[in-house]
């Protein structure tokens, strides 16, 4: 079976800082591009960041640029977001996506992922 696993979700304090770890079973990573998604009750699913797979460049959204930063591990099959100065409005479940996709991965939209995880819930609150 091919499986994306996400874990690290917690509820945290404002200013708080997480790992969540994305761990792929049945296929490899190392020819993926990978994304983190969020979602939020009452919004829409928004991409945070990906890691691409050709030379491994590394993009964000605004939102977190400076605060998150994602990681590769191709030995252990595992994607990292490392989320730092974490505000309530971060608060969502998060999800990685992957897929084999021949440009950077900024480029490219979730609906164009085909793995998916089932997310990890993280709450920052006071």
Known sequence: ????VESGGALVQPGGSLRLSCVASGFSLGDKNVGWFRQAP???REWVS??????????????????????????KNTVYLHM???KPD??????????????????YHAYEYGHWGQGTQVTVSS
């Open 1 to 4: 079976q091919e499986q994306l």
């Open 90 to 107: 971060d608060t969502a479940v998060y999800y990685c996506a992957a897929e084999r996709l021949a440009l950077s991965c900024n480029l």
């Open 84 to 86: 730092n100065s974490l």
């Open 42 to 44: 009452g919004k829409e």
């Open 50 to 75: 990906c890691i691409s797979d050709g030379d491994g460049s590394t993009f964000y959204t605004n939102s977190v640029k400076g605060r998150f930063t994602i990681s590769k591990d191709n030995a």
